[in-house]
């Protein structure tokens, strides 16, 4: 069932299910907030760099210290870079992470006067940071239109039949046109929560999934999924609130 996943009906369908998945989620999880612990657009984006192949716990567990050591941008671009190893070393890859954090820092201060850049023209072009970071950044930082794409972000959108593209910047171009610019940065939130707690990769619990009714990659029998999008089921609506939160 999970095999090649192509995006499910016409456009109209498929705008349809992505306005429905929007609505549902929000009410599934009403507070989507990141995870990474931060206090600023630096210390979010020096947290999101070290949160590649790294879970948000961990990356919460070491970056208290490193910001205590290099609380801003300037400070981090001077930073001795076997010290800024030796403090992310646990989140893996810590050799390419204490360059790219030491690269991104001297990037801020010397071409962006101190100041984290909000274009994603500009984010991208800092060491470390592709569009997927960028994008965190932009949304949760600068409430800015974002939609970062992760693998739990394409993998559900390809389930849920937003999507075809397994390419991630596909993947984000499609959701973008069906979804408003305010709405991006939660719902990659969202996505990312109900990948983690539901939808997963391996094994998911169609069974315990308040979409699977207008989800085409549902295991559940077929009569159960007879529901039209956009009649949303008492299930769904009464659906118990999850707590959210996630990053
Ligand atoms: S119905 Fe199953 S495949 Fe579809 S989103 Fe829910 S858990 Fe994932």
Not at 56 to 79: C, I, K, Q, S
Not at 169 to 191: C, I, N, Q, Y
Not at 204 to 212: F, M, T
């Amino acid at each position: 069932m999970f095999g090649v996943m192509v995006a499910k009906g016409t456009v109209t369908q498929r705008r349809a299910r992505a306005a429905e998945v929007l609505a549902r989620l929000k009410q599934m999880y009403p507070e989507a907030v990141c995870e990474l612990t931060h206090n600023n657009a630096v210390q979010l984006l020096t947290a999101t760099i070290l949160s590649a192949q790294c879970t948000d716990v961990r990356v919460n567990m070491v970056t208290p210290a490193l910001f205590a050591e290099f609380p801003t941008a300037e400070l981090l671009a001077g930073a001795d870079i076997g010290r800024v190893e030796e403090l992310v070393r646990s989140t893996g890859f810590y050799q390419t992470k204490a360059k790219n954090l030491i690269g991104m820092a001297h990037g801020i201060v010397d071409r962006f006067g101190g100041e984290v850049p909000s274009d994603l023209d500009d984010l991208i072009t800092l060491p470390g940071v592709g569009r997927k970071t960028a994008n965190v950044v932009r949304s949760v930082a600068f409430k800015l239109p974002g939609l970062p794409v992760d693998t739990h972000v394409g993998r559900l959108s390809r389930r849920l039949g937003l999507t075809s593209q397994e390419d991630a910047v596909k993947v984000e171009h499609d959701l973008a046109a069906m979804l408003p610019p305010t709405e991006w940065g939660e719902f990659s939130l969202r996505l990312i929560l109900h990948g983690r707690r539901v939808c997963d990769a391996k094994k998911p619990r169609c069974g315990e999934c308040d979409l699977a009714d207008i989800c085409p990659s549902s295991e559940l029998p077929r009569v159960k999924m007879a529901r039209s999008v956009g009649s949303r089921s008492k299930k769904t609506a009464g659906a118990k609130k999850r707590r959210s939160s996630t990053r």
